[in-house]
């Protein structure tokens, strides 16, 4: 059975930063950096993979695909936590969760 990893704070941009300067020359402590940060840009691009698949899915009116759903509040997710290491605000929602009601004239 897959354990859990246990609650804790993420390494932030600037943490990171000044980790690796701290540590530059342990190739351990860099390694590990580096694998952070490859998985941050991993996760980005399966974002963008996951935005065109969802676009196809949409276009052809296939309703709501439970995995798809699932892998979209995932990547939601990931990147909440990502922006508020950078200290950034949550990105404006473009999509609302419920449609807007239609006018009736």
Known sequence: MKRKLPRFEPVGVNEGRALW??????????????????????????????????????EEDLGQLVALEKIRLLLMEQNLRHRALAGLKPPPCDKPDEPEPALVD
Not at 46 to 58: G, M, N
């Open 21 to 58: 300067v701290k540590y530059r020359g342990n190739s351990e402590v860099q390694r590990m950096l580096l694998e952070i940060a490859q998985a941050r840009e991993a996760i980005r691009e399966i974002a963008d993979y996951f935005a065109l698949v969802q676009k196809a899915w949409e």
